[in-house]
């Protein structure tokens, strides 16, 4: 149980994270990328692909942090359930 709390606790902190990143990480690189777009950079479509990437990453980053999240939670429960 102690192995659980901790990890729920490490995870939480991960998360909160990845949220802060999300904000202001995400909202700070939209902004950039959206200036130099905005002035015609002549890097303009390696600047926009490389924000896609950016971003695609971001989203499977936080999916896979919540489906693993989810998957040790189940598993918490049912052991859990089993000593009841």
Known sequence: MHYAAE???FQETFDAGLQAFEKEGIQ???SLK???VASKHAQTPAIEKRYNDV???SVR????CCEMKLMFESKYLQKC???L
């Open 55 to 57: 971003i695609s990453r």
């Open 81 to 83: 359930l089993l000593v």
């Open 61 to 64: 980053i936080l999916s896979y």
């Open 7 to 9: 990890f729920l606790c």
């Open 34 to 36: 959206e200036q130099l």
């Open 28 to 30: 700070t690189v939209t």
